[in-house]
């Protein structure tokens, strides 16, 4: 079981927005703002799209942003695209012996 | 311009100990703040942090592997191995080594490697 709690699938039509939540505790979302959403392709290394919460890498699309509230996460892809479709984990920052845990994943549809 | 190549076994037998190396270029493992980290995804499920090592040679290691888990780093071949013992059916999986700049996310990934475990 993963320490952060992800739907397991969201959806989409091109153009529209979707929503993509975290949850984790006041032990690591909540208490720092150390949030990273990856997204990956079937087959390929995850790519990182979104770090300390709302900052986007260079080169990643102004339509992904982030967001946090208490403690969960939120992605938000604006204007979807087909290439958009894959899945998409967060990560955080957690102050157990872990140092760092991942999400269970979320798997993005563009209908 | 930063890659990651993670390189190793593809099989190993149960009981056995999986060595992994991830060999890097564009960074070097000695600059403050940088680390490589180890990451693997069993077929068709979630990504699972393994552990890390900082350019200050800080270790870390998932809480629930620590115990068969060895992290250490070459600055001067510009490598990072990871070993794990004991291996498993259930640690078949793509291993993946990442780069961890100085703000706390995995920016680079290398392509991952596929390890299974079958007797």
């Known amino acids: 079981q993963s320490a952060l709690t992800q739907p397991a699938s969201v959806s989409g039509s091109p153009g529209q927005s979707i929503t993509i939540s975290c949850t984790g505790t006041?032990?690591?979302?909540?208490?720092?703002?150390?949030v990273s959403w990856y997204q990956q392709h079937p087959g390929k290394a995850p790519k990182l799209m979104i770090y300390d919460v709302s900052n986007r890498p260079s080169g990643v699309s102004n339509r992904f942003s982030g967001s946090k509230s208490g403690n969960t996460a939120s992605l938000t892809i604006s204007g979807l695209q087909a290439e958009d479709e894959a899945d998409y984990y967060c990560?955080?920052?957690?102050?157990?012996?872990?140092?760092?845990?991942f999400g269970g994943g979320t798997k993005l549809t563009v209908l | 311009q930063i890659t990651l190549k993670e390189s190793g076994p593809t099989l190993v037998k149960p009981t056995q100990t999986l060595t992994l190396t991830c060999t890097f270029s564009g960074f070097s493992l000695s600059t403050s703040g940088v680390g490589v980290g180890w990451i693997r995804q069993p077929p068709g499920k979630a990504l699972e942090w393994l552990a890390l090592i900082y350019w200050d040679d800080d270790k870390r290691y998932s809480p629930s592997l620590k115990s068969r888990l060895t992290i250490t780093k070459d600055t001067s071949k510009n490598q990072v191995v990871l070993t794990m013992t004991n291996m498993d059916p259930v640690d078949t999986a793509t291993y993946y080594c990442?780069?961890?700049?100085?703000?706390?996310?995995?920016?680079?990934w290398g392509q991952g490697t596929m390890v299974t475990v079958s007797s």
């Open positions: 006041s032990s690591d979302v909540g208490g720092y703002n150390y």
């Open positions: 990442a780069h961890r700049p100085g703000v706390f996310a995995f920016d680079i």
């Open positions: 990560s955080s920052y957690t102050s157990s012996s872990t140092l760092e845990v």
